[in-house]
């Protein structure tokens, strides 16, 4: 599985952080950070639930 977000849509509002600290981070920065591009399978209920959450529908998952 990669993970996708689309940076354009992306408000940085961490709720995918919330889900899945494993793979995303906001920082002090205001940013999102894709810690993991390619999660291990055993996140992935975790990954289809940040992308589904997200308020912009900026996380896409291929695989």
């Given at each position: 599985m990669?993970?996708?977000v689309d940076f354009d849509l992306c408000e940085s509002n961490a709720v995918?952080?919330?889900v899945v600290p494993e793979v995303?981070?906001?920082?002090e920065d205001d940013f999102l950070y894709v810690l993991q591009d390619e999660p291990p399978e055993e996140l992935r209920a975790e990954v289809q639930e940040?992308?589904?959450m997200c308020p912009?529908?900026?996380?896409t998952i291929e695989g």
């Open positions: 990669r993970v996708n995918c952080m919330g995303f981070e906001v920082r940040a992308a589904r912009k529908q900026a996380i």
